[in-house]
Every structure is written in structure tokens, then in C-alpha cells.
């Protein structure tokens, strides 16, 4: 079974910084196979990068995913103030690793 | 529009048996590959079951901590997909959504209920 590990754990930053954060996986898997969500308490988890790097419908440019082989990346280039919340990455459809919480500094 | 409407949730045992369904509509249910994702308070989205198309084999796929007690199954005349539990433990308290995906155009759109409560206690 596949592990993704993401970093930090926790990502304090302020709105307008760039947040980058990094999703390992315990094998090399295929880029088609690795995708980024967000996660906001009280609401259902949201798609906004499968394939690696294609933004989901209707996720804004500031999103950005990258990476090959076991690790990945994805880049929130401005934080806007809807941003904060917790990320997951996710592979082949089936296990999320631990998540990465972005909160206001 | 896409909906997808998750029940069957509540509180039950330890040791006990509960079944979530799901109804879809506004989308081509026989094509979606369904899944169930929970997260249980104060922890991390946790994937539990997948189960794909009957045109892609129907085949099913389970999360570590769910096999052997859980079984997901679909019903494509009711665009339902079903999670039987049983044998729940304590730690199979979650909210558990049901979700899929699809291609619309080139991209890629998920759904995902609004999630039902699976409490296990005595």
C-alpha cells in the first residue's frame, strides 16, 4: 500500500505570501494518478489538482501543482483570505496522506 | 444539477451493524466509479471504499482498517451506492461522504455529499 507523507504539518502564513507544500510518496506513482483537495471545517473536501498539475473546474490560477515520481508539490501563489483551511494530497483515488493545515500568522 | 444524498448514519454499538446509502442523480451513475471517504473528529480525510463501474469489472477496492468488515455495493437501476459495516469499533466513528468524480469537457469535476454521522458507542 502506498503512504504519502505531506510537510509541514502545519503552514502559518499571511495573506499575499506563497504557500508551498509537499506531498511524498512512499513509491514512485504515476502523475496522472496524484491529486491535491481542500478541506474547510463544516464543508465537503473540494478538487483542485488532479493529475498532478491540472487545475479541477473553476479552481482559480493562484493554485498550481507539480512533481513527478514520489514527490509532489503544490503552490498557492498569493493566499487570499478563502484559502486557509487544510490540504490533502491523494493517489490513484484511494489514500490521502495526512493533510497540511494553512493558517492566518 | 449533481447531488449526491448520503443516510443511514447514526449511533450503533460496538460490534454492531449500520448500512449507508447514497443516491445519486444528475449524473451518468452507470459510469461513476463510487467511493466512500470518511473523517473521523479531529483527524484527516481517510479513504474507506471504492467501488468501480460494471463496465470497468465492478471491481472493488478497501481500505486496511475496513476489510473484511465493510462491503460496498451499488445498485445502478437506483443510482445508489451502499457501505454495509459491521463488526464497528469505536474508532469507525466518522462523518462518511460519498463521492465521485467525472471528466466534464477537459477536466475533471467531483461531488461529494454532504456526509452522514457514524457514532460508535456503548
Known amino acids: 500500500e502506498i503512504v504519502l507523507t505531506q510537510s509541514p504539518g502545519t503552514l502559518s502564513l499571511s495573506p499575499g505570501e506563497r504557500a508551498t507544500l509537499s506531498c511524498r510518496a512512499s513509491?514512485?506513482?504515476?502523475?496522472?494518478?496524484l491529486d491535491w483537495y481542500q478541506h474547510k471545517p463544516g464543508q465537503a473536501p473540494r478538487l483542485l489538482i488532479y493529475?498532478?498539475?491540472s487545475r479541477a473546474a473553476g479552481i482559480p490560477d493562484r493554485f498550481s501543482g507539480s512533481g513527478s515520481g514520489a514527490d509532489f508539490t503544490l503552490t498557492i501563489s498569493r493566499l487570499e483570505p478563502e484559502d486557509f483551511a487544510v490540504y490533502y494530497c491523494?493517489?490513484?483515488?484511494?489514500?490521502f496522506g495526512q493533510g497540511t493545515k494553512v493558517e492566518i500568522k | 444539477e449533481v447531488q449526491l444524498v448520503e443516510s443511514g448514519g447514526g449511533l450503533v454499538k460496538p460490534g454492531g451493524s449500520l448500512r449507508l446509502s447514497c443516491v445519486a442523480s444528475?449524473?451518468?451513475?452507470?459510469?461513476?466509479?463510487m467511493s466512500w471517504v470518511r473523517q473521523a473528529p479531529g483527524k484527516g480525510l481517510e479513504w474507506v471504499a471504492r467501488?468501480?463501474?460494471?463496465?470497468?469489472?465492478?471491481?472493488?477496492d478497501y481500505s486496511a482498517p475496513v476489510k473484511g468488515r465493510f462491503t460496498i455495493s451499488r445498485d445502478d437501476s437506483e443510482s445508489t451506492v451502499f457501505l454495509q459495516m459491521s463488526s464497528l469499533k469505536p474508532e469507525d466513528t466518522a462523518v462518511y461522504y460519498c463521492?465521485?468524480?467525472?471528466?466534464?469537457?477537459?477536466?475533471?469535476?467531483?461531488?461529494w455529499g454532504q456526509g452522514t454521522l457514524v457514532t460508535v458507542s456503548s
Open positions: 463521492t465521485t468524480d467525472e471528466l466534464v469537457g477537459v477536466t475533471r469535476v467531483d461531488y
Open positions: 444528475g449524473l451518468p451513475f452507470t459510469n461513476a466509479w
Open positions: 467501488i468501480r463501474t460494471e463496465t470497468d469489472g465492478g471491481v472493488i
Open positions: 513509491q514512485s506513482i504515476r502523475s496522472n494518478y
Open positions: 493529475g498532478a498539475s
Open positions: 491523494r493517489q490513484s483515488g484511494l489514500t
